[in-house]
């Protein structure tokens, strides 16, 4: 069997991949929410949906 080293290293790139992971995922919720709000100002028209994404991440 394998032992693997608590090496501080692997721990800090692995707790730094998580914020971002977890940043990455705050955001796109963020940008989700932003583009719902636009497709509701618009009345729900379909078509548009892509529109209303790059909208909210201009916005944010």
């Known amino acids: 069997m394998?032992?693997?080293?608590?090496?501080v290293n692997v721990v800090k790139r692995?707790?730094?991949?998580?914020i971002?992971?977890?940043k990455k995922?705050?955001?796109?919720a963020m940008i989700a929410e932003a583009a719902y709000y636009l497709a509701k100002k618009r009345g729900f028209i379909?078509?548009?949906e892509m529109d209303d994404w790059?909208?909210?991440e201009k916005k944010l």
Do not use: M
Request: proline share 0%; aromatic share 8%.
């Open 2 to 7: 394998f032992k693997i080293k608590n090496d």
């Open 14 to 18: 692995t707790s730094a991949a998580n």
């Open 20 to 22: 971002d992971n977890a």
């Open 25 to 28: 995922k705050l955001r796109q």
């Open 46 to 48: 379909a078509g548009h």
């Open 54 to 56: 790059f909208e909210a």
